[in-house]
């Protein structure tokens, strides 16, 4: 008695497991492109999420910069160290627009609330940026997960 090797139409062996390919070659090869698409849009989606972690992270350095200076103005720390006047001056320059949005009686005080409102703008701008990145890396996971549904 000979058995036969060819999987039944069923999808079914002869021992009731599930048959491991299909015998028609264009699906399989259906299957490895939508994979392999799925792995891109996957791997977009993960480098969008690393950019904008990258974009959270500058943001939050630029506001400890902005955060540093501010303390060492308002703790009146010497100007001549060269540490101190290092990080003054890069706090300074970056927060060169929002020098002079108040203008207060006390030096100390006026830096301050300036360098603050420069320092929360960096932030809150940071995450505006870094959550438009990850939205936009993940449109196509989005896109493909209601197309194949």
């Known amino acids: 008695m ?8 069923s999808g079914v062996d002869q021992e ?3 048959a491991r390919m299909s015998r028609d070659p264009a699906r399989r090869g259906a299957g490895r492109a939508r994979s392999g698409e799925r792995s891109r849009v996957a791997s ?3 480098a969008a999420n690393s950019l904008a972690r990258l ?16 303390l060492l103005v308002v703790l009146k720390a ?30 100390r005080v006026e830096v ?9 703008v960096y932030v809150l701008a940071g995450a505006l940026v870094a959550r438009s990145i990850t939205v ?14």
């Open 112 to 120: 301050a609330v300036n360098w603050g409102i420069g320092a929360v």
């Open 55 to 70: 974009v959270r992270l500058v943001a939050w350095t630029v506001a400890a910069i902005i955060v540093a200076g501010i």
């Open 16 to 18: 009731d497991r599930p």
């Open 136 to 149: 936009i890396g993940s449109l196509g996971l989005r896109r493909r997960g209601a197309a194949s549904a």
């Open 2 to 9: 000979a058995t036969s090797r060819a999987a039944p139409a």
């Open 44 to 46: 977009l989606a993960v």
């Open 78 to 107: 010497n100007p001549n160290n060269g540490i101190v006047s290092a990080i003054h001056d890069l706090a300074r320059d970056l927060v060169g627009p929002f020098t002079g949005m108040f203008q207060l009686q006390d030096h």
